[in-house]
Structure formats: C-alpha cells, structure tokens
C-alpha cells in the first residue's frame, strides 16, 4: 500500500519513494564502515605500505584521506551547481557510484609491501572515496524534495539509522565467512588470507551498486529542467558556484551553520579515521576485535541516529546538534583516559550514539534552512565544508601522532574542535533562517 504526501507545489511523494531514498545509506554505509574506519586504513598501513616506509604509515594515510577530501571540496559546489541547472540528479548520482565501485574493486586488486603497491592502493582509494563522499552532493539535494520541513529529520535519521544497519550487514558477512586478515608479531599475512581480504573490497562495490539501484531507478527527478547554459556546463557551473556565493549572503543563519559544520565535522572525520588505529595501538586490538567493536557500535548509532534526527523536527536543529557534540566531547576525554577495552567499549557506545545523532541532525538542519530550488548547490557547499575540513583533520592527526610518538595526544587535539564547533554554533538564529527561507519560497510562488 502507498501513502502519499505532499512537498510544496511538487507532484505527490510516494512512500516508496522516500524508503528508496533513504535506501542510499543501506548501500555506502558498507564502503565507510570498512574501508574507511575499520578495516581498510588499518590494512593499508600495515601490509600495503612498504617496510622502509611503515614508520610513515599514519601520514601516508591521513595524505590518502585529505586528498580525497580535498578533491571533493573543490569539486562539490560546480557539480551541485549543474544539478540545479540541470534538474538531472540521477545521471550524476549515476556516475559517482559507478565510478565509487570501479575504484573500490581496485583497492583489492594491488601488490602488498611494494611501493608500486602502495601508490596503487592511494590513487584507488583517493578516487573512490572521493566519488562515495561527493555522491552525497545529488544524495541529500533530494531530501527536500521528499519531505517537508516537520519531516525532514525524521527521514533524515531514518535513513541514517537504516545505514548502519547496512554497515552493520556487510561487517557480519565478512566477519561470518572469515574474510578478516589476521597478521602476526611481524605484520605478514599468510598467503591464503591475503587471497581471502581481497574479497572485502569487492564485497562493499556490489553492496552498493545493489542497493542503489532503487533510488536511481525508481525516484523521480522534481527540480525543474533547463537547457545547458551558453557557457557550457562546466563554466556555468562555476558561474553557479558564484551566483550561490553571492545569493548565501541571504542567508546568514545558513552560512553560520556551514562555517560550525566545516569545523566539528573536522573532528567527527578524523574520529572515524582513526579509530580503528587507535583500539590497535593503544588498546592492542586485533581485527576480530575491531570488527566485533564495530559491530556493537554500529548497532548502538541506529537509536542515536531515529532519536537525533526525531529531535531536530520537535526540539530544533541547532539544539539538537549542539548536544551531540558535547557527547562528542565526552567521548574525546574518555578515549584519552582509558585503560582497558571494556572501557573503550563503554566510550565507543557512547561515540555511536553521538555519530549518528551529529550527521543526521546536521543534514536535516540544512534542509530546513535552504529554498527547495537551490538545495543541490547549498549541499554541495555543505559538502565542501565537511570535506575541506577533514583535508586538515586526519593530516593533523597523523603529523601529531607520528611526531609525539601519542596516539592519545593526537586524540586530545579533537577537542578543541568540538569546542569552537559549539561556540559558533551558538551564533546561529534557528527561526530567523526558517523565516528567511519561508520568505524566500512565497516570493518565489507568487512570481
């Protein structure tokens, strides 16, 4: 049975829709629970970089991460750009995950201990992460297409509740057919489970050309269509990202918002960087252990994620994402303290319900406070503020940690981001940026 809705002046919004949509998550959960936070960077470290430069093997990382990152933050706001010109969100979104899956497959196809090997696994993984990260751009533009704004968080953290569970998924598979490498005093790997790790990256590339499929197939494109601009597409795209400048300062909430965003995203992304990095040095986690930490963490980030993003519809936003990040706080001086792993299990618990309280809120907070008709630019700015920060976040992290010798030094750094994160979200007027963009949609209805 469908239950229809309604967005603005927009042809009616099929349940099936939305749960398509919010489907996305389900498939690139998988890509950063695995090759970004728990398995891959830890792999890469350890058995792709050569033995003469493992002593380097955080920085080489955290340079994989932050190029990415950086390739993403220069790009998301011309692609956003063409997409609200276009009205054509899906042959991006297309051409993101293809790409995405394509580069993934490569990250398992390379030579370990090699230098060859090594600047292989980089550029791979440079390029997938960059198309998994800048997929979001045309991803989240749909958000207020699909729900108005007493709705948006509650799909918002329902979609990012239903991509841990999708995280979660793949992690059990590997974790059941034994695909998880396990090394020895000397970091070697045998040569029958060097062929079994080979498999993960696979794995995330068919999860999530699968379970995409539904919201590129099946939602329906709603932004209005014009034709390429007498510039072309690529300057009028960057003709876009200037005329979006311009009409931000409109918007000054918004642009506040994003500034806050740029900053405690830094540090919720190096979080999840390293994570795994940190349990393994500190706490002498193996990967089992990793793997099954992430699987209770994952579990834990589904209520954070439906409470979080419940909130952000009844209680506010900001509000809402200002709580996460005093959470984050707590978690950022547990880390530092803890001696054992039952009390980094107890902090990691507390991170998951933060972590996904943070990102769904957030993504609602946007929709709420952008025009519908300018929401795949706005998102690609909000892009480019998360990613531009995590290009400093990660590589801090590892100059810090390789410098000191402290993984637990490099932790304490975080919170000083957290903090500036809450201070300038404390500028942010939540109804005068709702105001504003309900002032914004009457004109442009009455026109």
């Given at each position: 049975?469908?239950?229809?809705?309604?967005?603005?002046?927009?042809?009616?919004?099929?349940?099936?829709?939305?749960?398509?949509?919010?489907l996305?998550d389900?498939?690139?959960?998988?890509?950063?629970?695995?090759?970004?936070?728990?398995?891959?960077?830890k792999?890469?470290?350890?058995?792709?970089?050569?033995?003469?430069?493992?002593?380097?093997?955080?920085?080489?990382?955290?340079i994989?991460?932050?190029?990415?990152?950086?390739?993403?933050?220069?790009?998301?706001?011309?692609?956003?750009?063409?997409?609200?010109?276009?009205?054509?969100?899906?042959p991006?979104?297309?051409?993101?995950?293809?790409?995405?899956?394509?580069?993934?497959?490569?990250?398992?196809?390379?030579p370990?201990?090699?230098?060859?090997?090594?600047?292989?696994?980089?550029?791979?993984?440079?390029?997938?992460?960059?198309?998994?990260?800048?997929?979001?751009?045309?991803?989240?533009?749909?958000l207020?297409?699909l729900?108005d704004k007493?709705?948006?968080?509650?799909?918002?953290?329902?979609?990012?509740?239903?991509?841990?569970?999708?995280?979660?998924?793949?992690?059990?598979?590997?974790?059941?057919?034994?695909l998880?490498?396990?090394?020895?005093?000397?970091?070697?790997?045998?040569?029958?489970?060097?062929d079994?790790w080979?498999?993960?990256?696979?794995?995330?590339?068919?999860?999530?050309?699968l379970?995409?499929l539904?919201?590129?197939?099946?939602?329906?494109?709603?932004?209005?269509?014009?034709g390429?601009p007498?510039?072309?597409?690529?300057?009028?795209?960057?003709?876009?990202?200037?005329?979006?400048?311009?009409?931000?300062?409109?918007?000054p909430?918004?642009?506040?918002?994003?500034?806050?965003?740029?900053?405690?995203?830094?540090?919720?992304?190096?979080v999840?960087?390293?994570t795994?990095?940190f349990s393994?040095?500190?706490?002498?986690?193996?990967?089992?252990?990793?793997?099954?930490?992430?699987?209770?963490?994952?579990?834990?980030a589904?209520?954070?994620?439906?409470?979080?993003?419940?909130?952000?519809?009844?209680?506010g936003?900001?509000?809402?994402?200002?709580?996460?990040?005093?959470?984050?706080?707590?978690?950022?001086a547990?880390?530092?303290?803890?001696?054992?792993?039952?009390q980094?299990?107890?902090?990691?618990?507390?991170?998951?319900?933060?972590?996904?309280?943070?990102?769904?809120?957030?993504?609602?907070?946007?929709?709420?406070?952008?025009?519908?008709?300018?929401?795949?630019?706005v998102?690609?700015?909000?892009?480019?503020?998360?990613?531009?920060?995590?290009?400093?976040?990660?590589?801090?992290?590892?100059?810090v940690a390789?410098?000191?010798?402290?993984?637990?030094?490099?932790?304490?750094?975080?919170?000083?981001?957290?903090?500036a994160?809450l201070?300038l979200?404390?500028?942010?007027?939540?109804?005068?940026?709702?105001?504003?963009?309900?002032?914004?949609?009457?004109?442009?209805?009455e026109?």
């Amino acid at each position: 049975m469908s239950v229809e809705g309604t967005v603005s002046e927009h042809p009616p919004v099929a349940a099936s829709e939305r749960v398509s949509w919010a489907l996305f998550d389900f498939a690139n959960s998988p890509f950063a629970t695995l090759m970004i936070t728990v398995f891959y960077g830890k792999f890469f470290q350890e058995h792709i970089v050569p033995a003469h430069l493992r002593h380097r093997a955080h920085t080489l990382w955290a340079i994989t991460v932050s190029s990415a990152m950086a390739l993403v933050a220069l790009s998301s706001p011309v692609v956003g750009a063409i997409a609200d010109r276009s009205g054509r969100k899906r042959p991006l979104l297309w051409g993101y995950v293809a790409v995405c899956a394509i580069a993934t497959v490569v990250t398992g196809l390379v030579p370990l201990g090699s230098t060859a090997g090594m600047i292989l696994a980089m550029s791979a993984m440079v390029v997938a992460n960059a198309a998994f990260e800048g997929g979001y751009v045309f991803y989240n533009a749909y958000l207020p297409e699909l729900a108005d704004k007493n709705e948006a968080g509650k799909l918002s953290g329902s979609a990012w509740a239903l991509g841990y569970v999708g995280g979660l998924s793949v992690l059990g598979l590997v974790l059941v057919f034994s695909l998880m490498p396990e090394s020895d005093g000397a970091h070697r790997v045998t040569a029958v489970v060097s062929d079994r790790w080979r498999w993960i990256p696979a794995l995330v590339a068919i999860w999530y050309v699968l379970f995409s499929l539904p919201l590129l197939l099946h939602v329906r494109e709603r932004a209005p269509r014009h034709g390429a601009p007498p510039d072309g597409w690529i300057r009028g795209g960057f003709r876009g990202v200037r005329e979006t400048v311009r009409a931000l300062r409109g918007y000054p909430d918004l642009v506040k918002f994003l500034v806050a965003y740029l900053v405690f995203t830094d540090a919720l992304e190096t979080v999840l960087v390293f994570t795994a990095t940190f349990s393994s040095e500190v706490l002498h986690f193996t990967n089992d252990d990793n793997a099954k930490l992430f699987l209770v963490l994952n579990v834990c980030a589904i209520p954070g994620a439906l409470v979080f993003g419940r909130l952000v519809d009844r209680w506010g936003g900001v509000k809402s994402v200002a709580t996460t990040l005093v959470i984050w706080l707590m978690v950022v001086a547990g880390s530092v303290l803890v001696q054992t792993k039952a009390q980094f299990l107890a902090v990691g618990v507390l991170a998951a319900l933060g972590v996904g309280g943070t990102q769904a809120a957030s993504r609602a907070v946007v929709s709420k406070f952008v025009p519908q008709s300018e929401s795949a630019r706005v998102f690609g700015f909000m892009t480019l503020a998360g990613r531009a920060s995590a290009v400093f976040g990660p590589l801090v992290y590892g100059l810090v940690a390789d410098a000191t010798g402290s993984i637990r030094a490099a932790v304490g750094t975080v919170s000083l981001f957290f903090i500036a994160g809450l201070l300038l979200l404390a500028r942010v007027n939540a109804p005068r940026a709702l105001a504003r963009v309900e002032e914004v949609e009457r004109a442009q209805r009455e026109a």
